[in-house]
């Protein structure tokens, strides 16, 4: 397999996480009225190809153990774990986007990536204690103030404004309903516990044959895609926004809106590629899984640009609105910055 020999190259891939990562939900949006839940069957087979492709390529090529070889002699509790992580990702990115279908990518993402980059620094350092203690807690406060600054613009901007007429009228934007918000943070609470198990996976010691970050990929793809045809079956049933959906409704879309699907899940996926690679580096290169998984969700920073400025999720918001969102940005982005020098501070 093919993995990054210095640290450039490593902070490279990271880099393009994030903007895989921040930038995937577009398609769902370019969309149109497509449902999350039936957008999300394509979604779920482009993670899929996306991980085989990989792994029959770089995860076969080099000097190191190919992707083939590794299989075979991985553990099967390694191999579970990362086939669980993509079962427990799946959940919290089906809530994510369905908090997008209600609240927009402006809020969805702040809140839902925000929380789970907390919980996943955490328990990510517990695991692999790469990086000064003080900094990334420091860097964690700064992201739970950005979380709680856009929950308020997103209430203040959500709250009705008196009409001329003397009567109050909705705000244009994200709906008005708290429901956005619950689904951002149970996404969230998920969403952070999914890279600890792909650490998991990856094992350790002369002991336990872990897995490469390929065939990680590669299971985790296939719990995303096994698991969306089980816990949709809720979502079409009792669905979080509309009327009830069929699985056979999934072939009244055009063909635009199934191709957007697929290419939303390649998306994501090469960033969750490029991020497992960068984790894995030889130590000499490495930054460590926690500053992995921290800078990668800096992709919320990316979704918050394109829904604030692309999509124009807050238009005529307020001036106190919009010096919350500002205030959210610039509190996000010191935190991701404090987390991302923690390494060099250890």
Known sequence: MILPATYNSALLLIILSMICWGSWANTFKLSGKWRFE???????????????????????MGADLSFSDNLLIALRRNMAYAAVAGVVFNLANMLLVAAISVAGMAVAF??????????????????????????????VV??????????????????????????????????????????????GLLMGSFYP???????????????????????????????????????????????????????????????????????????????????????????????SYAVGQGATMVSALWGLLVWKEFAGASGKVRVLLALMLILFLAGLIIVSIAPLYA
Not at 213 to 231: D, E
Not at 240 to 250: A, C, H, N, P, R
Request: positive net charge.
């Open 38 to 60: 039936l957008f999300y069957y394509d979604y779920s087979l482009g993670v899929l190809l996306a991980a085989i492709v990989a792994a029959y390529t770089f995860g076969s």
């Open 197 to 291: 198990l792909v650490e998991m996976a990856k094992g350790g010691g002369p002991d336990n044959a872990g897995l490469g970050p390929y065939a990680v990929a590669f299971l985790f793809a296939v719990g995303v895609f096994l698991s969306t045809f089980i816990f949709n079956l809720y979502f079409l049933n009792l669905p979080v926004q509309g009327q009830s959906l069929s699985m056979f409704d999934y072939f009244k879309g055009s063909l635009k809106q199934h191709t957007l699907g697929i290419l939303g899940g390649l998306i994501w996926c090469i960033g969750a590629i490029a991020n497992f690679v960068a984790a894995s580096s030889p130590k000499t290169v490495q930054v460590g899984p926690a500053i």
């Open 142 to 187: 700064l992201v739970v103030c950005a979380i709680i600054v856009d929950a308020w613009a997103y209430s203040a901007h959500a709250r009705p404004v008196a009409a001329k007429a003397g009567k109050a009228s909705p705000r244009k934007g994200p709906g008005t309903s708290p429901k956005g918000i619950t689904l951002s943070l149970i996404s």
């Open 110 to 139: 702040p809140i839902g990536i925000g929380l789970a980059l907390v919980v996943g620094v955490v328990w990510n350092y517990r695991l692999n204690s790469q990086g000064n203690p003080t900094l990334l807690a420091a860097g």
